[in-house]
């Protein structure tokens, strides 16, 4: 959950005596979100936010994802596994940066058979005998 960027508005509007609904009103946001910043307040002091516990992310950053969105734009035909090795991070990671963050279906390009002209050629050819050989007459 990000924190709000009416969080300073909101602290001086409680310290100056209003209720959570007028806070709400006035800077036209949700109440609790209001309502969540004032207990902040009450609880702490301030409406500093807190630092986070657990492990921060250390590959998934801004930074990466808008390096991992620049290269799929340019060539978009760039294997995950290839752009993966290039950054230096693993697989698993741009697959859901690429699912997750940029919401983008990845796929592996399915290569069909390649046909010259002569093989156009001898397979219309051959369709148009099979095709002759069990023409049935109307009539």
Request: with cysteine; net charge positive.
């Amino acid at each position: 959950m990000k924190s709000s960027p009416h969080r300073p508005s909101i602290e001086l509007l409680f310290k100056r005596g209003l209720g959570s609904a007028e806070i709400a009103r006035r800077l036209q946001i949700s109440s609790s979100t209001v309502r969540n910043v004032v207990a902040a307040i009450k609880k702490r002091g301030d409406a500093s936010e807190v630092k986070k516990s657990g492990r921060p992310r250390s590959v998934n950053t801004r930074n990466t994802r808008a390096i991992i969105k620049k290269r799929i734009i340019r060539n978009d035909g760039l294997s995950l596994n290839r752009m993966a090795s290039q950054l230096g991070i693993a697989r698993s990671t741009v697959q859901s940066i690429v699912k997750n963050d940029l919401k983008l279906k990845s796929y592996k390009l399915r290569r069909g058979q390649y046909l010259s002209d002569k093989s156009k050629a001898m397979r219309l050819e051959n369709a148009e005998n099979y095709s002759s050989t069990f023409k049935i007459g109307c009539g």
